[in-house]
């Protein structure tokens, strides 16, 4: 068990997408320069100049690229600064370092954020010499010496800490998304489901009628056509969105008529009312049940996390070529609410996948929802 996991943390890959430089990174390291430069006008006792040249810029050169390669950057940095402690002790120089040789803490916590698992394991033995080399070069308490060692090594716990915190953020929100995706399969296939076996009954009254009644058989043809373009559409939306392979569930799916249902009695609070206003006739089904969905965890959330909250207002607005969803509430503003939870992950995925936008956050008063999609559904 021990050997499998040794095997799997070398084997971890990078995290994706590490930021490259910043802004920030050149004024870290402003800042650690002029810092290094008081040290060697103010303090007094410091190593040589041109070691201590060396140290600076082996320690704030790496900096900007620490994310982007932290296993270059930690052997820079710790290699020159081992360099320069053998040099000391070889000549026997009396001076020290100046603190801002601190900053490579940074460099190990970029180390265990950005790096692989190979990559940490290397330059975690590379940080380690450096360490043994600099109490040689610097003698120290054993105290002292081991709360150098638990610094950086506290650094390196904080960075896979984060690193492992982020990745289990991602998976989650992947899992938000591929949970609508599938609901949303779900019901597209229902849909086609229901398309087709219209079809089937056109053609099976077609080819009875079509003898005595030619006439009624081509109105039949026309319905049948109508229904297979519409299937298509619903079967595109499929293949678009579809994950895995789940048997449906078989109840009628939801719509925007449905919608009226979240409506209170205004017994409870926080009372919510449902306006619906246009036509919603044509409505593609994938659309309808989108609309029903985002309302009702709209208001849902809305019962959850809108602290003070008297009241719910859900407007339904359907347009020539577009359905908009607006849910507002007069929560408090500020009190916890998570524009990026999983909830509103999923939302905004719903809406995307059939060519639709999502915006949720702080209104003037409480907080608003807002859905736009277009009538067909439409994947992007």
């Known amino acids: 068990m021990a050997a499998y996991a040794l095997r799997s943390l070398w084997a971890e890959p990078r995290p994706a997408n590490a930021p490259d430089r910043r802004p920030l990174d050149w004024v870290l390291v402003a800042v650690l320069l002029c810092w290094s430069l008081l040290e060697v006008v103010l303090r007094q006792g410091l190593a040589p100049r041109p070691l201590l040249l060396v140290a600076v810029l082996a320690v704030v050169g790496p900096l900007p690229w620490r994310r982007t390669h932290p296993l270059a950057a930690v052997a820079i940095s710790f290699g020159a600064l081992t360099v320069v402690d053998v040099v000391r002790i070889l000549a026997g120089s009396q001076g020290t370092l100046p603190n801002s040789v601190a900053a490579t803490l940074v460099l190990t916590y ?6 692989s698992g190979r990559e940490a394991a290397i330059g975690l033995g590379v940080v380690l010499l450096w360490l043994a080399v600099t109490f ?11 709360a150098g060692y638990g610094f950086f090594l506290f650094s390196a716990a904080l960075g896979a800490a984060i690193r492992y915190r982020t ?13 609508e995706r599938e609901q949303l399969a779900r019901e597209l296939h229902d849909t086609v489901a229901h398309h087709v076996s219209g079809i089937a ?7 009875a009628i079509a ?7 081509v109105e039949a043809l026309a319905v049948i056509e109508d229904a297979a373009a519409r299937t298509l559409t619903e079967l595109r939306a499929i293949v678009g969105v579809l994950r895995a392979a789940h048997d449906p569930g078989f109840a009628p799916q939801p719509g925007v008529a449905e919608v009226e249902q979240l409506a209170t009695d205004g017994r409870t609070r926080p009372c919510v009312e449902v306006t ?30 809108a602290r003070h909250a008297t ?9 020539a070529d577009r359905v908009r969803l607006t849910i507002d509430d007069d929560g408090a503003t500020g009190t916890g609410r998570a524009p990026d939870g999983y909830g509103l992950v999923g939302m905004r995925e719903r809406a995307s996948l059939l060519g639709g936008t999502f915006h949720a956050g702080f209104a003037e008063r409480g907080w608003r929802v807002e859905a736009v999609l277009p009538r067909t559904g439409t994947p992007r």
């Open 136 to 146: 040689v070069a610097d003698p120290t308490s054993l105290a002292d010496a081991v």
């Open 276 to 305: 619906l206003v246009g036509e919603f006739d044509d409505l593609s089904p994938a659309v309808g049940a989108a609309i029903y969905r985002l309302a009702q965890e709209s208001v849902t959330n809305a019962r959850r996390h």
């Open 167 to 179: 990745k289990i953020r991602v998976r989650d929100i992947d899992q938000a998304k591929a949970r």
């Open 211 to 217: 003898v005595a009644h030619p006439e009624r058989a």
């Open 311 to 319: 009241q719910v207002t859900v407007a339904v607005t359907g347009d």
């Open 110 to 115: 970029a180390l265990f954020r950005w790096g």
């Open 201 to 207: 009954i056109q053609a099976q009254a077609g080819r």
